[in-house]
């Protein structure tokens, strides 16, 4: 049997160091190890708690270090004090032995000393107070193990408060949420197939589509194999019912993969009309054609094409509704990516808003009078949001906002879609932070 913080350790480095996703890497060593369900847990709870805390374990780590380190014992160290510090489950002297055990085995006797000697250290002195770090926005970062720039950005956009409301739901664990196929059948329909493989789930706390599951694993269901669901994040199922397309209709959605909102619209014509589903990836293509296989759907063609260049593609006023899923920093799925946090560069933000713009010029002809074009990301920042919109609406008279967006959105969000644009926050509702804004043709 494989040794779980062994694997764990592994995937933090392949994170860490070798710039991999932490959902491939966790996957890819979970399947080709045999482990039991808690040591799968287990697994994935030491490689999220590490990542979405690296920050701070490592302000508190870093005055034991004496001199350089190998990533990957500077990595064992961090995992460990996570242990000690957030497991309540976890007795400090097994983390302890256990990372000797893993260093010796890795390193050999050396590095078995020097992990042994930094850990007992630790354990004895106390640790360094986030007390000491005196400028407030400083503090937060590293408490929730944010880049300082981040939160200056999201203060400086939403305010501190909602800043730090963020920076802490970033941190939580995730509880999976999945999407009923509504071609096969309703919600309650999902809910007591998965109950009878035992799988335990309750209604969603937003979209009327989802589930969210509290106990089992759907995936492994012959439910999951008859494309009875897709596993979706809540707020990320708001785009489909936003733009609400019309059976028969005629849909372009320009970044589709893996196929999440696509599926969706594709359900929601109930087999009629035409989805055309285009990425720029060709490996990314192949994960929408799967889906699309599995949930049954007979109406969504798929085909390789940069979004930049659909207007050379298509037809002027050739579609009812044209979705663009931009590609976008990701700020708001960090609970689920937390290496993001590492990697992201505020250079980053700006080279991502110019495709954002070249996209949405390309496809505004391609909207018919009276037609929609939804735009949408998964990040926080008004620069690739609201602010996007606004310049689009000013280079693009011939569209306006749709004010009716509110009555496609579940009621709680009221107060927050203004001007037929819409916000979510991460764990506001247990969901992602999420930007939607749904636009009409006019002209
Ligand atoms: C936010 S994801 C889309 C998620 C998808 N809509 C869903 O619901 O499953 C953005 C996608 O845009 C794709 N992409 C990036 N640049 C692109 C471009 N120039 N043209 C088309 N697709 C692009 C990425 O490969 C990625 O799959």
Redesign the pocket.
Known sequence: MANARELALQTLTDILVNQAYSNHALNDKIEKNDLTVQDKNFMAELVYGTLQNEQLLNFYAAPFFKGKVKAWVRILIQMTLYQMLFLDGVPEHAAVSEAVAIAKKRGGQFHGKLVNAILREMTRSPLASLDTIEDETQRLAIETSHPLWLIKLWSKQFGQEKTQQMARANNERVKMAIRVNAVRGTREELKQRLQAEGVECKEGYLSEDALIVLKGNPLKTQTFKQGWFYVQDEA?MLVARALKPKHHARVL??????????THIAEMMRQTGKVYA????EH?LKLIEENVKRLGLTNVVTSL????KLNECYDKESFDAILV????SGLGILRRHPEIKLTKKPSDLDEIVK?QEN?LEAVAPLVKVQGTLVYST?TVNRKENDKRVEWFLNKHPEFELDQTLVSRLPEVLAAQTKNGMVQLFPGDYQTDGFFIACLKRKA
């Open positions: 990320s959605d320009t970044c589709s993969a893996p196929g999440g909102k696509t285009h990425d720029i990836y990314k094409q940069d979004a930049t899923d931009a590609p976008c495709i996209i998964c």
